[in-house]
T-cell receptor
């Protein structure tokens, strides 16, 4: 039982390049989400999904796309990388039953640097 | 604007001492308040959580105090140990409805260092 797996762990991109951050969970969780972590700002929600085929925007969605074709996978796409997207990215998953007070499990993170 | 404000940004405490971290929120629709602990190079992990129908929750050396009228909650770490050195995040979310789904709003984090 691996939990939430993110790849890659580290990535350096040039401005304007695109890439996909991968996230997979093996806990059959319905809810998955992407956060970015910046110093002093905690974690901010980028996009989230409440089930396969359903996604929505979080607090800071600009410059990112997501899709959810399976329960297990929730990739995050950077369309045209900018230095402002330099950050640590975390994927999380949790059960999808109301009331939503169940634990969110986080991956180990992807440290992205855009030069 | 940050909907959950956390203080202090950093904290140094002696082994055996008490660490206190405070958070304040604005959105009265929040009704679930977890605390996450993060070690360097790792993802956050749930430490303890509280709902607003109780004023205090204790799990081992960790206690959450909750003041609904003041829209504030705090984490107390009793008998702090060097292994508690980590970054702590408070968070808030809604448990019901379309806006739910464990969409967590985080505070800015507190880096705690416990000196031996």
């Amino acid at each position: 039982n691996a939990g939430v797996t993110q790849t890659p762990k580290f990535q350096v991109l040039k401005t304007g390049q695109s890439m996909t951050l991968q996230c997979a969970q093996d806990m059959n969780h319905e809810y998955m989400s992407w956060y970015r972590q910046d110093p002093g700002m905690g974690l901010r929600l980028i996009h989230y999904s409440v089930g396969a085929g359903i996604t929505d925007q979080g607090e800071v969605p600009n410059g990112y796309n997501v899709s959810r074709s399976t329960t297990e996978d929730f990739p995050l796409r950077l369309l045209s990388a900018a230095p402002s997207q330099t950050s640590v990215y975390f994927c999380a998953s949790s059960w999808g039953r109301e009331p939503m007070n169940t634990e969110a499990f986080f991956g180990q993170g992807t440290r992205l640097t855009v030069v | 604007q940050q909907q959950v404000k956390q203080s202090p940004q950093s904290l140094i405490v002696q082994k055996g001492g008490i660490s206190i971290i405070n958070c304040a929120y604005e959105n009265t629709a929040f009704d679930y308040f977890p605390w996450y602990q993060q070690f360097p190079g790792k993802g956050p992990a749930l430490l303890i959580a509280i709902r607003p129908d109780v004023s205090e929750k204790k799990e081992g050396r960790f206690t959450i105090s909750f003041n609904k009228s003041a829209k504030q909650f705090s984490l107390h770490i009793m008998d702090s140990q060097p292994g508690d050195s980590a970054t702590y995040f408070c968070a808030a979310s809604m448990r019901w409805g379309k806006a739910a789904g464990n969409k967590l709003t985080f505070g800015g984090g507190t880096r705690v260092l416990v000196k031996p």
